[in-house]
């Protein structure tokens, strides 16, 4: 099992910048590939970003690639989720996913990851 909470997300206004952490235990951070999601109000879960364990691929949403980056600590068993030039249709919350070794399939899909953050809101004003 393994268990993730999410942190930092906050009211930002347009432009500005938040960093999301997700703290994972149970299972090193190492070990498993991990994925940043986000829901806005009446809206699917989305992908927004993930990180193999190996930690040398990482892959993006096309409406955060250039502003977005995952990234891991293993140090810390944290994967973070840097967000630059927010904007206000950024606003959703956030949540943290990962994955066992086993799961082959896309990181782009919410059914290929076992374990969810509860989840933390971002917003962006205008």
């Known amino acids: 099992q393994v268990q993730l909470v999410e942190s930092g997300g906050g009211l930002v206004q347009a432009g500005g910048s938040l960093r999301l952490s997700c703290a994972a235990s149970?299972?090193?951070?190492?070990?498993?590939?991990m994925g940043w999601f986000r829901q806005a109000p009446g809206k699917e879960r989305e992908f927004v970003a993930a990180?193999?364990?190996?930690?040398?691929?990482?892959y993006y949403a096309a409406s955060v690639k250039g502003r977005f980056t995952i990234s891991r600590d293993n140090a810390k068993n944290t994967v973070y989720l840097q967000m630059n030039s927010l904007k206000p249709e950024d606003t959703a919350v956030y949540y943290c996913?990962?994955?066992?070794?086993?799961?082959?399939?896309?990181?782009?899909?919410?059914?290929?990851?076992?374990?969810w953050g509860p989840g933390t809101q971002v917003t962006v004003s205008s």
């Open positions: 149970g299972r090193t951070v190492s070990s498993i590939s």
């Open positions: 990180i193999t364990r190996s930690g040398s691929s990482t």
């Open positions: 996913a990962a994955r066992e070794p086993g799961n082959s399939g896309s990181y782009y899909y919410t059914d290929n990851y076992n374990y």
